[in-house]
């Protein structure tokens, strides 16, 4: 989609002040785009995804009421969330967002996410809201992982082909706990740029990405994408990182799901990678086997 046809899409479908200027994002999807009015700045998104969008139409309103800092999505002049292009526009937060985190940073994230997590469970919601339309949504199913995906006559070497079955054993030692453990809404999708900041401290967090998980799986993709993609300074606050979170010392139990949920944050992301047609996977095999050896 170029400018010219995305500021007619927003001239025709939105009652704001004339536009100045458009222009992609450093950070986020490709399709993402920052709007410039005379007084008021905007993020537009080309979205893929309406039940993503509607889902978050909720949970603005009901976080912005518990006191969380949202942006909120501009409705069109027909009153909907979306153009017929799939288009959102959403408010401009005024905040900070980094390619890493320092240390800082990391910890007072994790004691966000507690408390977001805590948050989210006050917006109704029905798992059913959540569609499959694509092989991420079918391969974040633990009983996917486990017991159809198939692997072993992929063109991998043996070494990742062992490491894919030892991951998926763990997965199905541990299917039992993980089963039975409640599950909630969460933000799966907790990379370093969906956080924004004012002095260190989180001023919200953006771009949400909808799943129905336990809690402590937020946790993980925040570990996955913090720790293991983008190495940080302090190996030690990681493996605090559920001390943190919990404000306390974690149950064997406890550690037991986030080792577990670990192991299914990697092997999601190379198993989609795959199905996907992504070639690309060195390094997140090298993840898997880092998590793998710290199980």
Known sequence: MTLDSLKEIITRNYEIEPIINIEKTSTGSGNTFYV???SEKYIIKVNDRP??????????????ELGYTQSRIIKTNRNELLTSESAVLYTFLHGESHKNLNITQVENAIKYIKHFNSALLNVPFDP????????WDKVKSLDFLINYFEYKHLPLEESKILLLTKAIQILSDNMSLLSKIPKQLIHSDLG???FLFQND????????????ENEIYSLCQFCYWNHFWISI??????????????????SKTEKKIFNAFMVKAAL??????IMAGNKNLDNRFNILNRVIMNV
Do not use: H, M, W
Request: hydrophobic share 35%; with cysteine.
């Open 36 to 38: 410039d009015t005379k």
């Open 51 to 64: 039940d993503f969008v509607r889902l978050y139409g909720k949970i603005e309103s009901v976080l912005t």
């Open 128 to 135: 059913q809201e959540i569609k499959e339309l694509n092989i």
């Open 192 to 194: 370093p740029d969906n």
């Open 201 to 212: 401290n989180v001023y919200s967090i953006i771009d949400f990405t909808p799943e129905y």
């Open 233 to 250: 300074e302090n190996e030690q606050l990681i493996s605090d990182c559920l001390k943190i979170y919990y404000q306390r010392n974690a």
């Open 268 to 273: 999601f992301r190379i198993a989609g990678a």
